[in-house]
């Protein structure tokens, strides 16, 4: 008989963990032997058109209030049942909270459940996780950052967390020619989300002098009319562009010469990976689970302190230093292809799992 796995997610909007769903749902489906299937709480998005055309069942719940918690739950707990799920892996907080309550009814159901971020905000995420934290089997976590913060704020028990890296397979990602043209391109790819410190770049661009330069921000949030504020502040029109989001990060990285994730609150930092396997060298804030990515001067190169100084100074230095960026760039490829190629992941999780 086949074993018949549930992703769980919040939602497949465009973002990180919804692409790793996607992922993991394709890659670990092998009709006959497991059977995968994704559901969302929110409402259907791009990422589920994705994960439908590859024949994977896809339910989206379509909730929007907390107070549809019970029938949320009710939900998850018939497609368990008329599914025969045997494995449910939950994702992000308000999933592993529905999933947490559905298995109480479903004793002969596996639970995981995982967290992606270190972001200390809004707290009773991190309540609520340690109200659940013992309904799961394991809980897997991206990073040691994310690890630590789980023992820390939620505490879970060492011997429950589970460290799996996000993945990307490096075969998807044509490597760019970059730094080839009179224009230093720099470029951003995520929420624009105050976690993610757009500012700070927007604020970098107008230290950088000396050279041509240019800054497209790739992404849609909360933060959108502060940075448009800030290029208008700062006299950068004609020089930083909001391009809103983007199907696919390899659109976006065709058009960088170098990426920067000025974020403070980052549980992996898929975009790194990603930049790293295009041949794109990478710029990011030295916390968090970027710790776990980037390693300062021989795959990208890791700042702190001031955030915006720090980021005019490295894209400069990158710009007059081509020994530096080789460094880098073969770094980058070298690890992408030995810590996070989904040839190395996907076994992880069938162990985890029990489908090897």
């Known amino acids: 008989m086949a074993r018949r796995i549930l992703l769980f997610v919040t939602?497949?909007?465009?973002?990180?963990?919804?692409?790793?769903?996607?992922?993991?749902?394709?890659?670990?489906?092998?009709?006959?032997?497991?059977?995968?299937?994704?559901?969302?709480?929110?409402?259907?998005?791009?990422?589920?058109?994705?994960?439908?055309?590859?024949?994977?069942?896809?339910?989206?719940?379509?909730?929007?209030?907390?107070?549809?918690?019970?029938?949320?739950?009710?939900?998850?707990?018939?497609?368990?049942?008329?599914?025969a799920i045997d494995t449910l892996q939950s994702f992000l907080i308000h999933a592993n909270t529905v999933a947490a309550a559905a298995i109480g009814k479903l004793p002969n159901v596996r639970l995981f459940q995982s967290v992606q971020t270190t972001q200390a905000w809004p707290r009773w995420h991190w309540w609520v996780q340690r109200m659940i934290r013992n309904r799961a089997e394991a809980i897997v976590v991206p990073s040691s950052a994310v690890a630590r913060a789980a023992r820390e704020r939620s505490d879970v028990d060492e011997s429950r967390i589970c460290v799996i890296p996000n993945a990307i397979d490096p075969a998807e990602f044509e490597v760019q020619d970059v730094f080839s043209s009179d224009v230093l391109r720099v470029g951003f790819i995520g929420r624009l989300d105050p976690v993610k410190r757009i500012d700070a770049l927007i604020g970098a661009m107008a230290l950088v002098r000396g050279i041509n330069s240019r800054c497209d921000i790739?992404?849609?949030?909360?933060?959108?009319?502060?940075?448009?504020?800030?290029?208008?502040?700062?006299?950068?029109?004609?020089?930083?562009?909001?391009?809103?989001?983007?199907?696919h990060p390899q659109e976006a990285l065709a058009q960088m010469d170098v990426l920067v994730l000025p974020s403070v609150g980052e549980g992996?930092?898929?975009?790194?990976?990603?930049?790293?396997?295009?041949?794109?060298?990478?710029?990011?804030?030295?916390?968090?689970?970027?710790?776990?990515?980037?390693?300062?001067?021989?795959?990208?190169?890791?700042?702190?302190?001031?955030?915006?100084?720090?980021?005019?100074?490295?894209?400069?230095?990158?710009?007059?230093d081509a020994d530096l960026r080789q460094r880098l760039i073969a770094g980058g490829l070298r690890t992408v292809r030995e810590k996070f190629d989904w040839r190395i992941v996907i076994p992880q999780y069938r162990r985890l799992y029990g489908v090897e």
């Open 11 to 83: 939602d497949l909007e465009i973002g990180g963990t919804p692409t790793v769903v996607r992922e993991l749902a394709w890659r670990l489906n092998d009709p006959g032997r497991v059977e995968v299937e994704v559901a969302c709480l929110g409402r259907w998005g791009p990422v589920a058109d994705e994960i439908r055309d590859e024949g994977i069942e896809v339910t989206a719940m379509g909730m929007r209030s907390p107070i549809q918690f019970i029938a949320a739950v009710r939900k998850l707990r018939r497609i368990v049942d008329e599914r």
């Open 218 to 247: 790739f992404g849609e949030g909360v933060e959108r009319a502060k940075a448009q504020a800030m290029i208008e502040q700062f006299g950068l029109r004609g020089r930083v562009f909001l391009r809103g989001a983007v199907a």
């Open 268 to 320: 992996f930092g898929l975009v790194l990976i990603e930049a790293m396997a295009s041949g794109v060298p990478v710029i990011a804030a030295g916390r968090g689970g970027i710790l776990d990515v980037v390693e300062h001067e021989q795959n990208g190169l890791l700042i702190d302190g001031d955030l915006e100084k720090q980021i005019a100074s490295s894209v400069l230095r990158l710009a007059r």
